[in-house]
Protein backbone atom coordinates (compact mmCIF):
# COMPACT_ATOMS: atom_id res chain seq x y z
CA UNK A 1 0.00 0.00 0.00
CA UNK A 2 1.03 3.56 -0.73
CA UNK A 3 1.03 5.97 1.85
CA UNK A 4 0.05 9.75 1.72
CA UNK A 5 3.76 10.77 1.35
CA UNK A 6 3.95 8.34 -1.73
CA UNK A 7 6.41 6.00 0.24
CA UNK A 8 5.32 2.11 0.88
CA UNK A 9 4.08 1.58 3.60
CA UNK A 10 6.21 -1.36 5.46
CA UNK A 11 3.18 -3.37 6.84
CA UNK A 12 1.49 -3.67 3.56
CA UNK A 13 2.25 -7.42 2.09
CA UNK A 14 1.51 -9.02 -1.31
CA UNK A 15 0.87 -12.67 -0.36
CA UNK A 16 3.74 -14.75 -1.90
CA UNK A 17 0.75 -16.73 -4.45
CA UNK A 18 0.14 -13.27 -6.16
CA UNK A 19 3.81 -12.19 -6.36
CA UNK A 20 4.93 -15.80 -8.16
CA UNK A 21 1.58 -14.81 -10.27
CA UNK A 22 2.99 -11.38 -11.37
CA UNK A 23 6.18 -12.80 -12.11
CA UNK A 24 5.15 -15.64 -14.28
CA UNK A 25 2.73 -13.48 -16.12
CA UNK A 26 6.27 -10.80 -15.98
CA UNK A 27 8.51 -14.04 -17.91
CA UNK A 28 5.64 -14.97 -20.27
CA UNK A 29 5.50 -10.74 -21.81
CA UNK A 30 9.16 -10.74 -21.81
CA UNK A 31 9.31 -14.34 -23.81
CA UNK A 32 6.68 -13.09 -25.73
CA UNK A 33 8.67 -10.10 -26.76
CA UNK A 34 12.01 -11.82 -26.87
CA UNK A 35 10.01 -14.08 -29.64
CA UNK A 36 8.38 -11.19 -31.36
CA UNK A 37 11.87 -9.42 -31.80
CA UNK A 38 13.46 -12.45 -33.01
CA UNK A 39 11.11 -13.82 -35.09
CA UNK A 40 11.40 -10.36 -36.85
CA UNK A 41 14.76 -10.07 -37.13
CA UNK A 42 14.98 -13.54 -38.73
CA UNK A 43 12.30 -12.47 -41.38
CA UNK A 44 14.53 -9.43 -42.26
CA UNK A 45 17.73 -11.52 -42.37
CA UNK A 46 15.98 -14.24 -44.61
CA UNK A 47 14.79 -11.07 -46.97
CA UNK A 48 18.14 -9.51 -46.98
CA UNK A 49 19.27 -13.21 -47.99
CA UNK A 50 16.48 -13.13 -50.77
CA UNK A 51 17.58 -9.94 -52.10
CA UNK A 52 20.76 -10.67 -52.12
CA UNK A 53 20.17 -14.04 -54.40
CA UNK A 54 18.28 -12.23 -56.76
CA UNK A 55 20.57 -9.55 -57.42
CA UNK A 56 23.84 -12.28 -57.70
CA UNK A 57 24.68 -12.58 -61.49
CA UNK A 58 26.39 -14.94 -63.42
CA UNK A 59 29.42 -12.82 -65.42
CA UNK A 60 30.58 -14.46 -68.54
CA UNK A 61 32.58 -14.18 -71.53
CA UNK A 62 32.06 -15.98 -74.79
CA UNK A 63 34.16 -15.90 -78.03
CA UNK A 64 33.90 -16.85 -81.38
CA UNK A 65 33.23 -16.28 -84.75
CA UNK A 66 30.48 -15.39 -87.28
CA UNK A 67 29.64 -15.27 -90.95
CA UNK A 68 27.35 -12.24 -91.97
CA UNK A 69 25.07 -12.05 -95.09
CA UNK A 70 23.78 -8.51 -96.05
CA UNK A 71 21.30 -8.23 -98.47
CA UNK A 72 19.89 -4.58 -100.09
CA UNK A 73 16.51 -4.00 -98.86
CA UNK A 74 14.44 -1.39 -101.15
CA UNK A 75 13.48 1.76 -99.42
CA UNK A 76 10.42 2.15 -97.46
CA UNK A 77 8.18 5.13 -96.75
CA UNK A 78 11.02 6.21 -94.05
CA UNK A 79 13.47 6.31 -96.64
CA UNK A 80 12.36 6.94 -99.90
CA UNK A 81 14.49 9.60 -101.41
CA UNK A 82 17.02 9.79 -98.81
CA UNK A 83 20.67 8.46 -99.23
CA UNK A 84 19.89 6.20 -96.17
CA UNK A 85 20.31 2.50 -97.03
CA UNK A 86 18.50 -0.29 -95.98
CA UNK A 87 19.36 -3.91 -95.81
CA UNK A 88 18.69 -6.97 -94.27
CA UNK A 89 21.36 -8.92 -92.17
CA UNK A 90 21.64 -12.69 -91.76
CA UNK A 91 24.50 -13.77 -89.48
CA UNK A 92 25.41 -17.55 -88.54
CA UNK A 93 27.44 -17.60 -84.99
CA UNK A 94 29.96 -20.40 -83.47
CA UNK A 95 31.66 -21.57 -80.94
CA UNK A 96 30.50 -20.11 -77.28
CA UNK A 97 27.54 -19.03 -79.26
CA UNK A 98 25.99 -21.46 -81.87
CA UNK A 99 23.06 -18.98 -83.57
CA UNK A 100 21.45 -17.82 -86.22
CA UNK A 101 20.53 -14.09 -86.25
CA UNK A 102 18.39 -12.13 -88.71
CA UNK A 103 17.95 -7.91 -88.49
CA UNK A 104 17.84 -4.61 -90.52
CA UNK A 105 20.53 -1.78 -90.62
CA UNK A 106 20.15 1.46 -91.65
CA UNK A 107 23.61 3.10 -93.21
CA UNK A 108 24.56 6.09 -95.10
CA UNK A 109 28.11 8.01 -95.63
CA UNK A 110 30.55 7.12 -98.28
CA UNK A 111 31.44 3.76 -98.30
CA UNK A 112 34.30 4.14 -101.43
CA UNK A 113 35.61 7.29 -99.16
CA UNK A 114 35.71 5.63 -95.49
CA UNK A 115 32.96 7.72 -94.09
CA UNK A 116 29.70 6.05 -93.06
CA UNK A 117 27.76 4.96 -90.06
CA UNK A 118 25.05 2.50 -89.08
CA UNK A 119 22.47 1.32 -86.53
CA UNK A 120 21.02 -2.14 -86.87
CA UNK A 121 18.93 -4.62 -84.61
CA UNK A 122 19.40 -7.89 -84.99
CA UNK A 123 17.36 -10.91 -83.30
CA UNK A 124 19.72 -13.67 -82.07
CA UNK A 125 18.38 -17.14 -81.40
CA UNK A 126 20.55 -20.03 -80.49
CA UNK A 127 22.22 -21.37 -77.91
CA UNK A 128 25.19 -19.35 -75.45
CA UNK A 129 27.31 -21.39 -73.86
CA UNK A 130 24.93 -24.02 -72.67
CA UNK A 131 21.68 -21.42 -72.19
CA UNK A 132 19.34 -21.97 -75.03
CA UNK A 133 17.17 -18.53 -75.92
CA UNK A 134 17.20 -15.63 -77.71
CA UNK A 135 17.94 -12.02 -77.23
CA UNK A 136 18.22 -8.88 -79.21
CA UNK A 137 22.01 -6.70 -80.11
CA UNK A 138 21.51 -2.82 -80.70
CA UNK A 139 24.64 -1.71 -83.21
CA UNK A 140 25.41 1.86 -83.48
CA UNK A 141 29.14 2.12 -85.86
CA UNK A 142 30.68 4.86 -87.68
CA UNK A 143 33.62 4.76 -89.74
CA UNK A 144 36.13 7.88 -90.43
CA UNK A 145 39.67 7.94 -91.67
CA UNK A 146 40.56 4.57 -91.22
CA UNK A 147 39.20 4.71 -87.86
CA UNK A 148 36.15 2.43 -86.19
CA UNK A 149 33.68 3.31 -83.86
CA UNK A 150 31.18 0.63 -82.70
CA UNK A 151 29.07 -0.11 -80.11
CA UNK A 152 27.39 -3.29 -79.45
CA UNK A 153 25.31 -3.97 -77.25
CA UNK A 154 22.13 -6.42 -75.76
CA UNK A 155 18.96 -4.78 -75.74
CA UNK A 156 17.04 -4.80 -72.28
CA UNK A 157 14.59 -6.63 -71.62
CA UNK A 158 15.24 -8.97 -75.05
CA UNK A 159 16.20 -11.97 -73.35
CA UNK A 160 14.04 -15.16 -73.24
CA UNK A 161 14.32 -18.78 -72.78
CA UNK A 162 16.76 -19.39 -70.62
CA UNK A 163 18.82 -16.18 -71.65
CA UNK A 164 16.28 -14.14 -69.74
CA UNK A 165 17.77 -11.31 -68.03
CA UNK A 166 20.46 -10.82 -70.26
CA UNK A 167 22.74 -7.76 -70.10
CA UNK A 168 26.29 -7.62 -71.98
CA UNK A 169 28.31 -5.87 -75.05
CA UNK A 170 29.58 -7.56 -77.69
CA UNK A 171 33.14 -6.40 -79.26
CA UNK A 172 32.94 -7.43 -83.01
CA UNK A 173 37.07 -7.32 -85.45
CA UNK A 174 37.32 -7.99 -88.71
CA UNK A 175 40.38 -9.35 -89.69
CA UNK A 176 41.59 -10.73 -93.09
CA UNK A 177 37.75 -10.43 -94.44
CA UNK A 178 36.96 -12.61 -91.12
CA UNK A 179 34.35 -11.90 -88.75
CA UNK A 180 35.08 -12.43 -84.71
CA UNK A 181 33.30 -11.37 -81.63
CA UNK A 182 34.14 -11.12 -78.07
CA UNK A 183 30.71 -11.05 -76.31
CA UNK A 184 30.94 -9.99 -72.28
CA UNK A 185 27.64 -10.50 -70.75
CA UNK A 186 25.33 -11.52 -67.28
CA UNK A 187 22.52 -13.46 -66.46
CA UNK A 188 20.73 -13.64 -63.52
CA UNK A 189 21.91 -16.51 -60.82
CA UNK A 190 20.21 -19.76 -61.36
CA UNK A 191 16.90 -19.70 -58.73
CA UNK A 192 17.91 -21.97 -56.18
Partial sequence: MIGNEGRICPAAQIPTAQI????????????CACLC???Q??????????????????NNHAVGTFEVKTTPLPPDDATTGT??????????????????????????GDLAKGIAGYVAIEQVTGTLQGHAGSFALQH??????????????????????????IAGTMVIT???????????????APAR
Avoid at 20 to 31: F, N, S, W, Y
Avoid at 86 to 104: I, P, Q, T, W
Avoid at 174 to 188: E, R, V
Fill in 37 to 39: ISF
Fill in 20 to 31: KEIMHTLKCIVL
Fill in 83 to 108: AIGRYFLDKHFHVDLDAASKGEMLGA
Fill in 140 to 165: VGTMENGSYKLSVTVVPGSGAGALAG
Fill in 174 to 188: IADGKHAYAFDYTLP
Fill in 41 to 58: AARAQNSALKLRQRDLVM
